[in-house]
Nanobody
Framework: QVQLVESGGGLVQPGGSLRLSCAASGIYFWFYVMSWYRQAPGKERELVASITGNGLMTNYADSVKGRFTISRDNAKSTVSLQMNSLKPEDTAVYYC?????????WGQGTQVTVSS
């Protein structure tokens, strides 16, 4: 049974930081491209950042470049998203995603709210 369990969301003031983590089980983790997506109320889900299985290549949405950093620990089957200089427009539910070929798995999401 595949499970992706996110943690680390919460309420933070503008300019603050949060670190999201996603623990995977039931998959050969190192094969999978891991990504973080987010969905704000009334908006479509969008890709925030992704990282290849070996961790050598990353990709970021333009809106988060220079502020967010994705990383993974294949020994622990975890992927993290360090979010700095948070803005109110970063408020959304953040989802962990694992993709390899036709296999596509999602976590349940964690709420991030940026507000003063």
């Amino acid at each position: 049974q595949v499970q992706l369990v996110e943690s680390g969301g919460g309420l933070v003031q503008p300019g603050g930081s949060l670190r999201l983590s996603c623990a995977a089980s039931g998959i050969y983790f190192w094969f999978y491209v891991m990504s973080w997506y987010r969905q704000a109320p009334g908006k479509e889900r969008e890709l925030v950042a992704s990282i290849t299985g070996n961790g050598l290549m990353t990709n970021y949405a333009d809106s988060v470049k220079g502020r967010f950093t994705i990383s993974r620990d294949n020994a622990k089957s975890t992927v993290s998203l360090q979010m700095n200089s948070l803005k109110p427009e970063d408020t959304a539910v953040y989802y962990c995603n694992a993709r390899y070929g036709p296999n596509d798995f999602w976590g349940q999401g964690t709420q991030v709210t940026v507000s003063s």
